[in-house]
């Protein structure tokens, strides 16, 4: 059982991945072919190394979607909307003219693509069977949450889980980590045709920026990196400042709550979050049974509530959510969870974004090295986040632990130990003031560690900003991108 949080894994540093790959077999000087694919859209796919180390060894295909400038031309646009496990090819193609600020879309190419393991490109496999993603996401355990014998039948299904993956995958499940992806970026800057790479990533997709911009710090262009992770950052140090993130938010959206006549919270703020914690305490008891048949546990509602924090446009979804489950239907709980998890109403999943998720960290993250016991790692997780944070933790922080400690490769390249990417252009790192996903001092932390950060706050709710309609955040981006213009100063949006 995983939750993908759209950006929840941050790694932990590592030593310097060495100097940029060498093109001795090809791969940036390979043939590109676009084809129309949609209005205003082209696409095609590119090879890239299994293993940048021995790009002899073989090759993976990584799939890419162009939507074309409108006006005159001034470069390409690599966008990445975070993950592990998101895809850019998606993003793209289904944004359309929208997929940035106007004058942007005016002004480049904006390329999305499906990272390696992602999607359309190469993908990781692990379960075939949708049936058996089901039981992973939302199976129940005989042995209560949050005991050793849970512990001890989470490790038989992430082993399980595990050998599913490499079965299905093979090598490429050793080579997800942030710096072969990187490689990848800077290997389609040049097969583009640009001297250096524009670059807007969101969320996890900062992090991708972080490294290509400490790797290729002579290669960087125009980046904006919305939503920041700090990479230098432990994943138990992230995961549990994120859940405290997430925390902030429920309170932010109760105090909204609480001044509608509608809301099912009474009393003060704290005392209906206590009312929440103690739905998440008491629903196992409960076993309330979705029309399909699956029992709801605390672990699925943690995931439920947590997908309606990442903005504010979700809250009135989270309200009837709760209302419905005060009449003991869980319906919308499991609506929640499954668009979470990228689920369809039918029981087919739509992506393999959950999967490249504990893949993805795994390959980058040092949970196998952290000398903590899961169970220790939750209480501390549970401090640090009282009302959701032990619940969020169940289907996510337990379910990457466990795998990490039996998954069957080592970790991926090696990652830098520094982002100051000393010789870079301007970077501009948005940070929103209470995202609960990224929170906003790891943007803060980010701009600092880049010798060329420009830090840009947007004061409120929600995880990334730019594009979304905050005019402040907007212009600033907008002007970056197509004239260079960088603030003097934070505009404090």
Known sequence: MVVLAGCQFFPAPQQSSGPPPTDSD???????????????????????????????????????VKHLASGTKQGSLLLNPGGPGGSGWDYVYYSGDSVAGASVVDAYDVIGWDPRGVGQSTGVECYTDDADKDAQLYGTFDSAYGTEGWIDELTVEMKDFAAACEANTGELLGNLDAASNAKDMDMMRALVGDEKLNYLGYSYGTYFGAVYAELFPENVGRFVLDGAVDPLQTDIQSLTFQMAGFDSGLRAYMTDCLADSACPFTGTVDVALGQVRSALETVDEQKLVNFDDRVLDSATL??????????????PTLTDMFAELKTGDPTLTFQS???????????????NSSDVYIAATCADGDFASDPESTLTRIDEID???????????????????????NWPYPRGADLPTTFEAN????????????????????????????????LITHEGEGHTVYNQGVACVDDVVDAYFVSGTVPAADPMC
């Open 26 to 64: 090809g791969f940036y000087s390979q043939t590109v072919q676009w084809e129309r694919c949609g209005t205003g859209l082209e696409c095609t796919t590119i090879k890239a190394p299994v293993d940048w180390d021995s790009p002899a060894d073989g090759a993976i295909d990584l799939a890419l």
């Open 302 to 315: 943690g995931t439920a509530i947590i997908g309606n924090l990442y903005s504010e446009s979700y809250w």
């Open 337 to 351: 969870a499954d668009s979470y998890n990228q689920r369809s109403a039918n029981g087919t999943y739509e992506s």
């Open 383 to 405: 401090a640090a986040a009282p009302i959701l944070g032990r619940y969020a933790a169940y289907d996510d922080f337990a379910v990457l632990d466990v795998a990490c400690n």
């Open 423 to 454: 010789g870079a252009g301007p970077i501009l790192v948005i940070g929103t003031t209470n995202d609960p996903a990224t929170p906003y001092s790891s943007s803060v932390s980010l701009a600092k560690q880049l010798s060329s950060g420009v």
